[in-house]
C-alpha cells in the first residue's frame, strides 16, 4: 500500500508526512494528558498547547533528518552507480569507448538483511549480467573480426584456439580439419603429440556427429599425459559444420569442470567458425590448385620460383647452403613425334613421380616448363646435389612406358648448382647457373650429370693456357 502523493519528490512527502504526524501528535497529546489524570487547568492552557504542537513538529523534522541521513545516502548510491551503469552501456553500446565500470567499482556493499539488502544485492546481480553480457559481446566483436580478417587456415585455426583459450576456463586445444578422408591437424596449443590425437577414434565418430561431446574424467583415474601437459579434469570435442557438412573438430581440454559461461562461449564460436572454416579451406584449395601444374601435380613454373626465392633469403639469413638441380628429358621431341603427345604427357608424369620418390621432407619439385624440371634442396651442399641427381638419373634410366607392346625407354640430362660454393648475388642467377650446367650436360652426351662449379673451372683453365 502506498501513501498519497503530494508533491512529485518521494522525500519532500515524506518531510510533509512526518511534520503533519508530528502536529497531529502534538495536538492530541494535551486531551491525552487528561485521561491520564492530569489537572485540566494544567495542560489546556496556551502555552501547553503551544509545547505540544512545537514539540510534535520537531519530532516529525528529526524523524525526517534521521530518514535523510540513513536511508537517504543508500539510494543516493543506488541511483548513482546506476547512472555510472547507464554511461558505461551507452558508451559501449554507441562511441566503443573504454569501460567506466571495470570489477567490483559498480558494486554495491549490501550490509543489511532487509529491503535495502535485497535491492543491493539485486543490484549486483544485475552488474554481473550487463558485465556477463558486454564480454560476450566484446569476444564475439573480436571473434568476427578475426574471422572476417583470416583467409589463411593457418592463420585461423591458431586465432580461434587463442581466443577460445583466452575467454573459457579451457588450458589446451587444438583444430582438425577433414582432408582426404583422415583427419589433419591444423594447429595446436598445450596438447602433446598433436598429431597422433588426429588418429583417435573420438574424432572420427564427431564427424558423423551434431552435438558436442563432453567428457568427464573422474579424480581417481590416472592419466598418462599423452593430451595435454596439465591434468585435464574434462574434454569437450566439439564438431565444426556448414549447411550440415561437417569440416572439422575443436579438441579442448580443461583443468576444471567447465562451466556454462564456457560452454556459451564454444557455442558462439562454434556457430561462427563453420562459415569461416569454409571460407579457408576454399581459399587454401584454390591457392593449392593455382600453385600445381594441372599434368604432374607438383607446383607449377610461377610458385617454384615463388619458393626459390623464399628459400634463397632464409639460407642467406641462416648461413646455411641451398642446391639447385635443373633436369630436361633426352630427345623429348622424338617421343612426341614417334608416339605422339599423350605418350609424351605420360613420360612426364613418369618423370615427375620418379623425382619425388628420391626427394626429401623439405625438398621442392616444380615442373620449369614442357619437359623441364628445377629442384630445390635447401640446404645440400655439392655433394648432396651430386648425390640427388644421381638417385634421379638412375631411377628414370631405369623407367619404361609400354605402348601397344612396345616398350619405350628414356633418360633425362641434369645440371645443378650450390650456394654459397658458387657466390651469386640473386636466386635468379643462382638458377641461371644450373641452366648453364643443364645446357653443358645435354650438350656433351645426355644422360649425364654436369656441375655449374666444373664449368668454372674450365673457364679458369682456358683463361689461364690463353
Given amino acids: 500500500m502506498h501513501m498519497p502523493r503530494i508533491t512529485r519528490k518521494i522525500f519532500t512527502d515524506q518531510f510533509i508526512w512526518m511534520v503533519t504526524l508530528g502536529l497531529t501528535v502534538g495536538f492530541i497529546f494535551p486531551p491525552f ?59 559501449k ?19 543489511s538483511d532487509d529491503e535495502f539488502g535485497d535491492s543491493a544485492r539485486a543490484f549486483n546481480e544485475m552488474v554481473q549480467a550487463l558485465q556477463s553480457a558486454h564480454e560476450v559481446e566484446y569476444v564475439y566483436t573480436s571473434f568476427s573480426k578475426a574471422l572476417s ?20 576456463v579451457c588450458s589446451a586445444g587444438g583444430l582438425y580439419i577433414e582432408y582426404e578422408g583422415d ?45 595435454t601437459r596439465f591434468r585435464p579434469q574434462e574434454i ?7 549447411k550440415q557438412r561437417h569440416l572439422g573438430v575443436f579438441v579442448l581440454a580443461s583443468p576444471v569442470h567447465i562451466n556454462e559461461q564456457s560452454v556459451g562461449m564454444i557455442n558462439m564460436f562454434r556457430q561462427g567458425m563453420g562459415l569461416a572454416l569454409n571460407n579457408a579451406i576454399a581459399h587454401e584449395s584454390l591457392q593449392r590448385l593455382a600453385a600445381l601444374d594441372s599434368l604432374t601435380n607438383i607446383y607449377n613454373r610461377r610458385f617454384g620460383l ?27 621431341k622424338r617421343i612426341n613425334d614417334t608416339y605422339g603427345h599423350l605418350v609424351g604427357d605420360k613420360a612426364i608424369v613418369s618423370v615427375s613421380k620418379s623425382i619425388l620418390d628420391t626427394l626429401r621432407e623439405g625438398d621442392v619439385l616444380a615442373r620449369y616448363g614442357g619437359e623441364e624440371f628445377m629442384v630445390i634442396l635447401p640446404g645440400a ?9 644421381e638417385r634421379i638419373r638412375r631411377l628414370v634410366e631405369d ?52 656441375a655449374y662449379s666444373d664449368l668454372s673451372i674450365d673457364e679458369s683453365a682456358q683463361k689461364q693456357i690463353a
Fill in 33 to 91: 494528558m487528561i485521561l491520564l489524570g492530569v489537572p485540566e487547568a494544567n495542560v489546556m492552557t496556551p502555552l501547553f498547547y503551544s509545547a505540544s504542537l512545537l514539540a510534535g513538529f520537531f519530532m516529525g523534522v528529526m524523524n525526517f533528518g534521521l530518514v535523510h541521513f540513513v536511508v537517504r545516502p543508500h539510494l543516493k548510491e543506488l541511483a548513482e552507480r546506476m547512472k555510472l551503469i547507464k554511461s558505461t552501456v551507452n558508451d
Fill in 93 to 111: 553500446t554507441y562511441q566503443e569507448s573504454d569501460v567506466h565500470c571495470m570489477g567490483d567499482s559498480c558494486f554495491i556493499e549490501a550490509t
Fill in 149 to 168: 580478417s583470416n583467409l589463411e587456415l593457418d592463420g585461423l585455426a591458431k586465432e580461434a584456439i587463442h581466443m577460445l583459450i583466452e575467454h573459457t
Fill in 183 to 227: 583427419m589433419k591437424l591444423v594447429y595446436a596449443q598445450g596438447i602433446v603429440n598433436a598429431d597422433q590425437l588426429a588418429g583417435h577414434e573420438l574424432l572420427h565418430q564427431a564427424m558423423n556427429d551434431t552435438s558436442i561431446e563432453r567428457i568427464t574424467l573422474p579424480e581417481n583415474i590416472q592419466v598418462d599425459g599423452l593430451l
Fill in 236 to 242: 569437450v570435442i566439439v564438431p565444426i559444420l556448414f
Fill in 306 to 332: 615463388k619458393r626459390l626465392k623464399e628459400e634463397f633469403k632464409r639460407i642467406q639469413r641462416n648461413d646455411s647452403p641451398l642446391g639447385v638441380i635443373m633436369i630436361d628429358i633426352d630427345h623429348f
Fill in 381 to 389: 651442399s655439392e655433394q648432396n646435389c651430386w648425390n640427388a641427381a
Fill in 399 to 450: 623407367l619404361s612406358l609400354r605402348i601397344n607392346d612396345q616398350e619405350i625407354k628414356f633418360t633425362v640430362s641434369l645440371g645443378y648448382v650450390s650456394y654459397p660454393q658458387i657466390e651469386v648475388e640473386d636466386e635468379m642467377a643462382l638458377l641461371h647457373h644450373a641452366d648453364q650446367a643443364l645446357y653443358q650436360a645435354k650438350e656433351t652426351g645426355r644422360n649425364r650429370i654436369v
